[in-house]
């Protein structure tokens, strides 16, 4: 008895010492480098924590096998720009209202091609005349879908070419970046969901590439390859803050110059509201987790046969939690694209959105709540300072054995590598030797 109580003990004290542990590591950067460096990790970090609970919502509450996370995180960030940019007037004229009857057209379409199958059951013709009615109304709505975006793109293609946003407050961007996402997820998962797993990744996989394909083409939304900047932000500016009296007066106080106090403000104030998210939704999912619906879900992840044999629908309770963590995962991308005032298409690259997630997923420990902070925290932390540590290290290998010139410019040219072999490693090593993760489902 006294064995078992020590162990729970043991199990309750873990997370507060290994999250002491993150912060004494992100404190150390701030003194050996910089607080900006510090406040990066942390801010980018705690995105990337949203992002694991997004995917741990899915694999370790219903073993959902999701490996488009980088397609929900990109929705995210297109929600940021269609939200907070102001709309651009030209380029509304030019075309922005035949853009929209382009796309209600093209959504008609397809609602009565799928009408048309179900009316024509049981003919024999029912194939070729589905397949007319589709290329006639592929045709149709390209002829008013194309020069409508050959004039908004021409409107000023240096600045804009595209039609903007809404022009509405960033906050109001994340949860809208949230239902975009879940508008993808519920589609993907009414497709494959009920098939066999590996059809669900497959799927996810495949929405993925088109979402980023679009954003890369289609100038008329976002820019595309051109890049969107001056993204709206939800707190003041370094600019606005080095003229304020108040600011000031107060980096005198703490014997800073106004232009690293103010950027470290600004950082500060972002990581008060990522930190307010993830107390929020932890906060949800462990109510969640400990209430039926949430036993519900462990016990059809477990046992899917059974749950079936006592009368849960399987399938209708998969399609509910991913969706809900595909939202998470676009709430993220939303915050993501906010931080850094910017949407770069090319940016999201599924080694950095997907299997790093993973990553974080396992290391931190599936099924775990804050398990999946923990793991996103320190691996982000680790993929930003494998390097540089590295660089260190062999910059004093190189001067204490001395080693020349050719041989030393050949390390550090494969130093960099070091931080996808160190991913690797650490996942490899968890899996041999903690595979539960370092804060396992209880």
């Not at 073993?63 to 488009?68: H, S, T």
């Not at 209430?291 to 059974?306: F, K």
């Amino acid at each position: 008895m006294t064995h078992v109580v020590s162990q729970n003990e043991q199990s309750r004290m873990r997370p507060p010492k290994y999250f002491a542990c993150m912060a004494l590591l992100i404190i150390a950067v701030g003194f050996f480098e910089s607080w900006n460096s510090a406040l990066f990790i942390l801010n980018f970090g705690l995105i990337s924590a949203i992002m694991a609970l997004g995917v741990n919502l899915q694999w370790g509450y219903a073993g959902l096998f999701n490996v488009g996370v980088v397609g929900f995180v990109a929705l995210g960030g297109l929600a940021a720009v269609l939200v907070s940019k102001p709309p651009v007037p030209e380029a509304w004229g030019a075309g922005g209202l035949q853009v929209l009857g382009a796309l209600v057209f093209g959504l008609a379409v397809i609602v009565g091609a799928i009408a048309l199958w179900k009316r024509l059951s049981g003919s024999k013709y029912r194939g070729l005349i589905l397949t007319a009615f589709i290329l006639i109304g592929f045709f149709i709505y390209r002829a008013i879908f194309d020069p409508a975006v050959a004039a908004i793109e021409a409107v000023n293609p240096s600045v804009t070419g595209n039609l903007g946003g809404l022009g509405l407050p960033i906050l109001l961007a994340w949860p809208v970046g949230g239902l975009f996402a879940a508008g993808a997820a519920w589609v993907v998962a009414k497709t494959a969901l009920g098939l066999r797993s590996d059809y669900l990744a497959i799927a996810t996989l495949g929405i993925a590439e088109i979402i980023i394909a679009v954003m890369k083409n289609e100038d008329w939304l976002a820019r595309g390859v051109k890049n969107v900047i001056a993204i709206p932000r939800p707190v003041p500016y370094e600019i606005d803050l080095q003229t304020s009296p108040w600011f000031l007066s107060l980096a005198e106080r703490f014997g800073s110059d106004p232009i690293t106090a103010s950027t470290i403000f600004v950082k500060l104030c972002y990581a008060a509201l990522f930190l307010g998210v993830i107390i929020l939704l932890v906060t949800a999912m462990e109510l969640a987790l400990k209430s039926p619906w949430g036993r519900m879900m462990r016990a059809i992840r477990d046992n899917e046969v059974s749950s079936e044999a006592m009368g849960k629908d399987v399938t209708k309770r998969h399609l509910q939690i991913f969706v809900l963590g595909a939202a998470i995962c676009g709430l993220a991308g939303a915050m993501m694209t906010t931080l850094d005032g910017q949407l770069t298409p090319t940016s999201y690259q599924p080694l950095r959105f997907t299997f790093l997630i993973w990553v974080m997923v396992i290391v931190g420990g599936s099924g775990n709540n804050w398990g999946a902070v923990l793991g996103g925290m320190l691996i982000w932390f680790l993929w930003v300072q494998v390097e540089p540590m590295s660089l260190f290290a062999a910059e004093q290998i190189v001067d204490i054995f001395n080693i020349g010139p050719d041989l030393e410019a050949q390390i550090m040219k494969r130093v960099i590598y070091l931080r996808h072999f160190s991913m690797g490693l650490i996942l490899l090593l968890v899996l041999r030797f903690n595979p539960r993760g370092l804060l396992p489902e209880r």
